[in-house]
């Protein structure tokens, strides 16, 4: 562990932007989140507010508010949005400012880098913090290239894909990672993401700050160090973006280069457009399309999860039964009933997997 950390929300700790603020309430290993800064939600638990379930993590109005209330003072402050395009918003400075002030170093996620904020950049020195931009890119001299060594993994590789961006593709991997590890399938997951560094994952790389060129070396490299140093049963690989999502196709690469031997799927119940895009009136596919279409290369989705934001609760259960007898496979509610279905299916999947490949060698 790094050390203890506040987040700053900005007044959207209860939004999908607030995803990398989310992933650390719910999970994380690097940092013990002691509030969150947040002037929307001040006064409330930090759970409360993203799942309706207390995690005993205050909220408040500002970054004074929280440093005169006598809570242990943090060593980091954590931006936790996530927003379009990774800009770093310019009235979020202040409180940035504020934070180094008070003897915190900052920790950012975006692809604006606070190294390249010179005002930030000289309070750091000043104050003598760091400055942790999480997305900074590696030179092309320090990034790998694909080989075809994954042949080697000796296990299945999963991704965990999804219909769009922000539906909850690193949280359901986290539910199954820890729920398969419960059930004694020693399971691993890549991270692709900076959250998944922010929560301590141990293998994986940030996919939207490395070079093209790279990312399918990057992919593999991560899953091979993973292989090699713990042997797992199972190698989760969180998957980016969508297969379609016009602003950042993503996920043949986990597909094809990740050597994918099944696939499990998180689709937004109730969203009809890409988010950020309903304006343009691009339409949100089907799961059955983005099933079909990840068959179309050759590998099978075993199990749906859903995202529940933004559909209507008393008719879910419904929506999730129609949507199961429609798939074929079973279709999970990970925030609400959890993942069991999902490790069900993967258990299933590993027994024949290991039967196949014991017969085939």
């Not at 929307?40 to 508010?65: C, E, R």
């Not at 996530?82 to 900052?106: H, K, Y």
């Not at 596919?285 to 859903?306: H, M, N, Q, S, Y």
Request: proline residues 6%; aromatic residues 6%.
């Amino acid at each position: 562990m790094d050390g203890t950390a506040i987040i700053y929300t900005n007044n959207s700790l209860q939004g999908p932007s607030a995803k990398t603020a989310h992933g650390l309430l719910r999970h994380g290993k690097r940092y013990r989140i002691l509030a969150v800064i947040d002037e929307a939600h001040a006064g409330k638990d930090a759970g409360s507010v993203m799942d309706g379930k207390p995690l005993g993590i205050p909220v408040f109005g500002s970054l004074s508010a929280y440093l005169s209330s006598g809570l242990e003072r943090a060593r980091y402050c954590i931006i936790g949005i996530a927003s379009a395009g990774g800009r770093i918003d310019p009235a979020w400075i202040p409180t940035l400012e504020e934070a180094i002030q008070a003897g915190m170093s900052l920790v950012n996620g975006m692809h604006h880098l606070l190294i390249h904020q010179p005002r930030l950049l000289d309070l750091a020195k000043e104050h003598a913090v760091d400055l942790i931009d999480v997305r900074k890119p590696k030179p092309a001299s320090e990034l790998p290239f694909w080989t075809g060594d994954i042949a080697r993994v000796g296990c299945p590789i999963v991704p965990v894909l999804g219909s769009d961006c922000a539906v909850g593709k690193r949280t359901t991997a986290r539910f199954i990672e820890a729920a398969c590890n419960d059930r004694g399938i020693r399971t691993e997951m890549i991270y692709t993401g900076q959250t998944g560094w922010l929560q301590g994952g141990k293998y994986g790389f940030i996919f939207d700050s490395t070079q093209n060129d790279f990312v399918c070396g990057a992919l593999e490299n991560a899953i091979l160090e993973c292989w090699e140093k713990e042997r797992p049963d199972l190698i989760l690989v969180e998957g980016q973006a969508a297969l379609r999502n016009p602003s950042g196709p993503c996920g043949t690469e986990m597909l094809i280069s990740g050597r994918a031997n099944a696939c499990l799927f998180v689709h937004p119940a109730g969203r009809t457009h890409y988010k950020g895009w309903e304006h343009l009136g691009l339409d949100l596919p089907p799961p059955e399309e983005e099933i079909a279409l990840i068959r179309a290369f050759g590998v099978k989705t075993i199990g749906v999860a859903l995202n529940t934001r933004a559909y209507d609760p008393v008719r879910l259960s419904d929506y999730r039964d129609q949507l199961q007898a429609r798939l074929g496979v079973p279709v999970a509610l990970p925030l609400e009933e959890g993942v069991k279905s999902l490790v069900d299916a993967l258990e299933t999947f590993l027994q024949q997997w290991n039967q196949e490949r014991a017969t085939f060698t």
